[in-house]
Each structure stands twice: as structure tokens, then as C-alpha cells.
């Protein structure tokens, strides 16, 4: 078994702008099941951070327990990181945000990990608009316990032991909706062309931008009679839209049908391009999204794709009213303003 | 683009880089793997089958696998393939039991091989088994040809091409050795069943500049001039000595001369340092022995004095190119240079020479007196006369020679037993898992970055002193086996079964090299272009699938940089993709 990936590249695949190449943004070789869709969202991360020449240590990863949750040894080894405590990868990050707003924070959690020991933590972390991007591998199983169902295995879905589920699954993109969350999608991890630029826009958004990633988990859970299987999802996936990602500086180049195509502009300038493929839905109106959701739902289909975006996103920092300077690098000079300041403070109040 | 069809033996040949460049096909990572092992014998024997004279190409190879190995496209340098033979013919246990053994039963057919080089002792060894009865012609004693009489024993050691010339002739090869073949027609006369000329290109070209009469004696051919002092006819030159040409016979001369009495040796190329037709390894083995290489200076003029040879005056020149490539040498108006020489040698190219061969007998002659030989069979335009080496297409290499001679053995079966000598029998082929588990494969799959190994030389001082001491030692056992390591193992192929793909993307992502792309079908020009990587190198082909089950896309992989790590299969959860050792092996006579 091979335990370190050859260090060799494309000679046609260039350095980046600023100056990696693409291996620059991996990790060490993975040691998940081989097949498992997690990888491949290890794949779109580094595929996202070369493309939008990030440099790795203006990121941060951040995750919890279980096989996801893993996966950050996986990508951007040259990056920050932190293995939390199950299901509290939320809370340090939150941490982490507040004291240096100026990485971009990249949590990695799994469907275990947040719909059932986390599911307090991930709903606060919506609910103050954390700047982070929350991405859920969701494979609708344990896989790090031999495959039992997961909170958010669909009702009926028939595991690899037989068993039909009896629950009602969480949908964590409803519910994400449902809580006012700024950015909402969905994709599915043999999907690159879509996840990849999701993830850039996520990065790119000013707040919390969660997706949820359908991560089928070939080992348990990839059977025909489940709903999360390879063939299962590639059967029954439609999208909201033909998803782009336009980097400020970048021209637009694809060329979409008149009439159905759709620009966001995020703040910092870059741009969201889409070719919409449902009529009655937009991406800046939550209600249409929650709409196209259950319509899709109840047709038995995975819609995938941007649901929802709210451009006058204001994150935790903003709501707050800090300052610009990260917390953690203040010195006491900024803190403590001085005797005569304190003077002239209390004078206020005599 | 089409499916590609990798039935076709062709297809996975061509990836094996090395394999693919050599004249005579050897398959290279398969003995590579073997001196890893330190199977030596079994390395060796790879060799023999292919390529006939393992010891003597380990040392002289033109290596042409060597500019096509897949390392130098990944990392600078590609595996010192030809070194590489050189450790497994060094240190290979008995061999001879491992050969056809003789007495053959006779076939009753009879066939003339004129010339004792490379093409007609492999044609030899390729009837002898079957039973044929083997006359050889040589001028010369003993048999090698340009092997004995124009490379130098210190860079190929009389012994070793003795023990590889006498495997073969131990086969019963009847020798007419000290025979100068003078007249085809009296060959012809002798009733042959077929006849084989393997002649070489054995006429040096002179130069007949002002003052090249009167210097008489100093003047000297490249390669006579070798022979001479192979066969010791010659043991000594003078103190300051010329030598004209840019090829490897004038290394050759030049690092003959220095250990022979010459003092300066100044080797005078018309052309500029990167138009120079030698190899690079052995121009820099030349300029270790202290010998300066001058270039851009036609020579115009012998100078003689008194009827002894003075210098050489030498003209400057710089090259201009055109829009095609072509070379103009333009005198650059400088002053002409002056040169001593005691005695000059002038190596500027070779011919071939048939003032032997009747022009009555149906043997037709076409460009450069050149005889008109069909380049699949070998044939000549007459049925019973094949032509291979130097004397069929002009000058070439020993290993180009040794690639003719299997493909005329294999027409000459054919014709002496009436059949259609264009019908070629098909290479070869085997395709083999190399899985041992779940995770293991049977070869070392491991690819590091890891820099080229210069093969130790033998002390100047020694090797200066005496014309018969070999300058380059070869790797031992363990370079060999670090140097091995370095081969990427392009045999082994990576096997797509597009049924059993869930297209997972597990491949695309952990492939070092981003050579596995799924996508939509398109021109192969488009194609190219919208690849994980783009596939810049057309001269690689693209490893296209059938369409697959769960979406209607297609794999393709580039085939130019994948390292063959096995990467891909490991990742695969439903062995879609699979490691599969391919072997080829051109159709020999005997096999």
C-alpha cells in the first residue's frame, strides 16, 4: 500500500499567481476507504485553493470527529488547523474567528458530527453569522462505526444491512434556510464542476456559507436500495442552476442563455454567475428557495446548486462593531488607553 | 475521439517509452526490474534475445531509449538505461546453457553471410537454431566487424566481444574468415539458398584539400585508422595531432590518438558545438581527456613543408539558420587560423561501398549507389539476396543494425520455405495483473524524485597510459540497483474497464500527474485542451474509454507523464482500474 504520493506534477500545469502549484495545496495521501466521496471533496478544496490562488496560510481548517472530520490532514498541509472535540468544531472556531478575523475559516464536519451531537452548536453558529464556510460531507451513515443510519439518512433508505430507515432525515440545507443562514447549497462529491466553484464563492462570502456535500460512503452506504449510493444520486440529481464562480478581476467567459442567466455580485467584488435551469426561483429570495426545495423533495429528486444567497450578509465581527485589527494582535497600548484617558472618562461621569 | 483499442499490440508499446525507441525493441523495465532483484543472468538473457550483444551495447549503445525515457519528461534526467545493461552483462552467472544448444539438426538449406558485424552474426543466431547452414565472410580474423575495428578497447574491451561473438558462432557458424569477397557473382555461384549481405559502410570519406598529396603518409582516414590500431598494424602518432569531424569516430580517434603518442590533440569541427553529430557523453568524455574541441573553422589547406606535414590552416565561419532550419556556414571575415599537426585524421562521414557486387545479377542499385532494399522485409530486388546494417539504408548503429538482421532472418525462414516473406508473423504479447493484494503490487511502485547516477571512471592517468584499459567502470551492485530504482516501470500499464467504474473521481484526485479526466466526448484537438492538465505532447497518445455507465462521459488519460505509481488502482474501490504488466516481443526466427 502506497503511504506517500509522488511529489511529480504536470509539466503544462503552471504555478498559480502566487506561485504554488497545485500540489502545494495537498495533503498527505488519504487513508480513507478508497472510493470514498469525502476525497473527492478534499479534491474540489485544493482544486478551489489553487484556482483562486489562496495562500495556505490565509486559511484555516477546522473540523470535529468522524471520517469528514478526518479529511483535513487531507488537503492544505501548509495551512492552520485544528481536530476539535466531536460535534464542537463550531464553537472553536468561533473562537478562533473572534480572536483573528483575518483568516479565512474552513470548517469540516460530517453529518454525525453536526445533525446529531453538534446540532446545538451548528444552529448558533447560523445563527450569529460566523464568517466561516461550514461544509458537510453527508453520507446519510457512521461510516467510522460500520455504516449505522445518520440523522440525515432519508426515510425508507434501505441500508447495506436491509434495514429500511423509520425516521425522518434532517435535511441540514432546510434547516440552514429555515435559520436565516446568509448562503445555502448543496452538491455532491462526484460533481467537481459544481462543487469547485461553490466552494470559491463559500470562501468568498461574508458570513456563514454552508453546503452540504451528498458524499456517498462506498464501504456502507453505496448500495442500490440507498439513497445516498453513487448511482442513486447520479439518477436522481437535478440542479438550480449551471453554478459559476467569477473572481473579481477575471472576465466572465461562458456565455448563457439569454433570459435565464443571473449574476450575484458578492462584496469584494467578485461575481456569482448563473444560468438558471428552474424559472421561478432566485437565488437572493429565501422563499423561493425553500420552495424549489420541497418541490423538488417531494418529486423524489436531490436538488443540488446554490439555494440561497443574502447579499447584505453582516458577519459576527461586523454585528458586533470590532475593530478591523485582529483581536489577537492588539497590544496593551491599544487597550489601555491611559491614566489621562481614564481621567477624562471618569470626569465624564462626576 | 474513438474508443481506444488497446487489443491492438501497438497501443501499450508505445507507452513503454524505451521499449518503443529501441531499434530492436528490448523490453527495458522488464530487465530493469530483474537487475534490481540482482537476477543478473535473467537480465542478461532479456538482453540477449533482443539485442544480441548485451556487454558490447552496454558500453556503446547509441541509446536511443535513453532521449525517450519517461523520467527525462517528469525530472531531468532519464534512467542510464544503457549503463544499466552494461551491470546485468558485468555480473551475469553462466549463460551458455540458457542459449540454443547445439548440434542443430540440419535443415539442409544453406545460407551466405557476407560481413562478420552486428546484422549477420544476428541473422546467424537467429537461422542457426533452425537448423541452416551458416557460411560467414570477413576480411578480417575474426568476427564483430565495426564492433572490433572501429570502436576502441577502451570503451569496449576485447573480451567482452569476443565471449558475445563466440556464443554465436559456437553455434556451428561455418567461418570463412582473411575472405575478401570480391565478386557477388562467385557467392551467387555457390548455390546458397540465400544470401545476406552485411557489409557495413566500410569506405572513410578523405578530404582532398590543397597540400593533401604532399603530405602523404601523415594523413590518416578515421576509421582505417582505428582498424589499423585495433589490429595493431599502428601503435604510434605524432606529437601534435588533428582531427577533422564532429561524429563519434572523430572522438574515437582523438582519444585513440592521445593514448598513442599524440601530446595536443585538437579536434576541428566546421559546424557549430549543438550541430555536432556526436553523442553528448561522448563529446564530454573526450574534453575529461584533456582534447580541445574547436568549432565554426572549416579547414582549407595541408601545410607542407620540405614534403612534411606542417599544420592545417583553418577558416571562420558563424551559422545562420532560415525559416526551415536549414544551416548556412558564413565566413566571418576574421583572419585564418593555423594549426600544427604532426599528423591529421579525418573522420567526416562514412559510405558504403559495393564495387563487389556484379551490377548484372538483378540487384538494383538506386540514391548514392545505394542498393534498393524493401524496408519491411529486407529484400533486395533480387529474391534470394537480403541486405541489413549500414549496408542496406547507409550508416547507422549497431543496434539498428542488430533490429535488421532479426527482420531478415525472420524473410529469409520465410523464403527459404516458399512462403510470403511480406506475411510478418504478429509480435509477441502477454498482459498480466501485477496485483498481490488488496494494496500490493508485484512490483516496487514507490516514485521518488531521485537524480541520475554518473557511472566512475578509471583514473586518466591510468587509462591515458594504455589503449586497452577501459575508461568507464560501470556501475557496481548497489549504483546499479539505486539506478534501477529510478525506472518508472512503463510496462506496467494502468487498465480502465469502463463497466465497473461508479465514477467516484478517487483516480482523478490522487493521480500525481493529473492525467485521468472525465468528461464529454469531443475531437481529439478539443479534447486536448480540456483535460485536468492540458495534453501538450501530441507525439502521446490519449487512453480513451467507452462511454460509462452512470453518466454519459468518457475517461480519458494522457498518457505522457503518468508515472505509473498504480495510484489510480489503489484508490479504485471496484478495481475499474488495474496495474497490468504488458511484455512485447517482436517475432524472432527461434522464439
Sequence with gaps: ?????????????????????????????????????????????????????????????????????????????????????????????????????????LGVSGDGDTASIGMGQFVHAIRRNLNMVYIVMNNGCYGLTKGQDSATADFGSISKAGESNPYQGIDLAGLALELNATFVGRSFSGDKN????????????????????????????????????????????ESTSIFDFVPEQDEIRVDYPEGKSAEVELFDGSKIHLSKLAPDWN???????????????????????????????????????????????????????????????????? | ?????????????????????????????????LIAAQKYTEAYMINWESNVFPGVLGRTCDRPCEPACRRGRVEDEPVAICRLKRVAADNKGEVKHLMPQGPFKSNGKRIALIGGGPASLTVARDLAPLGYELHLYDE???????????????????????????????????????????????ILDKDYDAVFVGTGAPKGRALELPGFKEAGENIHVGIEYLAAVAFEHKDKIGKNVIVLGGGNTAMDCCRTSKRIGGEEVTVVVRSPRKDMKASPWEIEDAEREDIT???????????????????????????????????????????????????????????????????????????WDLPKVDELTFQSTRENVFFGGDAAFGPENVITAVAHGHHAAVSIDLFCNGENIHDRPSPITNLVSQKMGIHEWTYDNAIAHDLRFKVPHEDKAISLKDRKVEVELGFDEQLGFKEAQRCLNCDVQTIFTSNLCIECDACVDVCPTDCITFTHNGEEEDLRTRLSAPAENKTQDLYVSGVLPATPRIMIKDEDVCLHCGLC???????????????????????
Design chain 2, 1 to 33: 475521439m474513438k474508443e481506444t483499442n488497446i487489443e491492438d499490440p501497438e497501443y501499450f508499446h508505445k507507452v513503454v517509452d524505451c521499449q518503443y525507441a529501441c531499434p530492436a525493441h528490448t523490453p527495458v523495465p522488464e530487465y530493469i526490474r
Design chain 1, 1 to 105: 500500500m502506497s503511504y506517500v504520493k509522488p511529489k511529480f506534477h504536470h509539466p503544462s500545469l503552471k504555478p498559480n499567481k502566487v506561485g504554488y502549484n497545485k500540489a502545494d495545496y495537498e495533503g498527505v495521501i488519504s487513508t480513507l476507504c478508497a472510493g470514498c466521496g469525502h476525497d473527492s471533496i478534499s479534491g474540489a478544496i485544493v482544486q478551489a485553493c489553487y484556482e483562486i490562488s489562496l495562500e495556505p496560510h490565509r486559511l484555516a481548517k477546522l473540523s470535529g470527529i468522524g471520517c469528514s472530520s478526518k479529511t483535513p490532514t487531507y488537503f492544505l498541509s501548509n495551512s492552520h488547523g485544528f481536530n476539535s472535540v466531536h460535534g464542537r468544531m463550531p464553537s472553536i472556531t468561533t473562537g478562533a474567528n473572534m480572536a483573528n478575523r483575518d483568516l479565512i475559516y
Design chain 2, 569 to 591: 488502482a489503489e484508490r479504485c474501490p471496484t478495481a475499474a482500474w488495474d496495474m497490468k504488466k504488458y511484455l512485447y516481443n517482436t517475432a524472432k526466427t527461434y522464439l
Design chain 1, 283 to 350: 437565488p437572493t429570495d429565501r422563499f423561493s428557495a425553500v420552495n424549489r426545495l420541497h418541490e423538488a423533495k417531494s418529486r423524489g429528486q436531490i436538488l443540488t446548486g446554490l439555494y440561497y444567497i443574502n447579499t447584505e450578509s453582516k458577519d459576527l465581527h461586523e454585528m458586533m462593531n470590532t475593530v478591523d485589527t485582529p483581536l489577537n494582535t492588539l497590544q496593551q497600548k491599544d487597550l489601555c488607553p491611559g491614566n489621562s484617558k481614564l481621567q477624562s472618562i471618569n470626569k465624564t461621569f462626576r
Design chain 2, 140 to 186: 578480417w580474423g575474426k568476427g564483430g566487424g565495426m564492433m572490433r575495428t572501429q570502436i576502441p578497447a577502451f570503451r569496449l574491451p576485447e573480451s567482452v566481444l569476443d565471449e558475445e561473438v563466440n556464443y554465436i558462432l559456437d553455434m556451428g557458424v561455418v567461418t570463412h574468415f582473411n575472405t575478401f569477397v570480391e565478386s557477388m557473382k562467385e
Design chain 1, 194 to 237: 459544481q462543487l469547485v466553484p461553490m466552494i470559491k464563492a463559500a470562501m468568498a462570502h461574508p458570513g456563514f456559507a454552508f453546503l452540504d456535500v451528498i458524499s456517498p460512503c462506498v464501504t456502507f452506504n453505496n448500495n442500490k436500495t440507498s439513497t445516498r449510493s453513487y448511482s442513486h444520486v447520479r439518477a436522481h440529481i
Design chain 2, 293 to 367: 574541441i574547436l568549432n565554426n573553422m572549416p579547414p582549407k589547406e595541408f601545410i607542407v613543408e620540405d614534403g612534411v606535414l606542417k599544420g592545417m590552416l583553418f577558416g571562420k565561419v558563424r551559422a545562420e539558420y532560415d525559416e526551415n532550419g536549414k544551416r548556412k556556414l558564413i565566413p566571418t571575415g576574421e583572419p585564418d587560423v593555423f594549426i600544427p599537426a604532426d599528423d591529421v585524421i579525418i573522420a567526416i562521414g562514412q559510405d558504403n561501398s559495393f564495387p563487389w557486387i556484379e551490377r548484372d545479377l538483378g540487384i538494383e542499385f538506386g540514391k
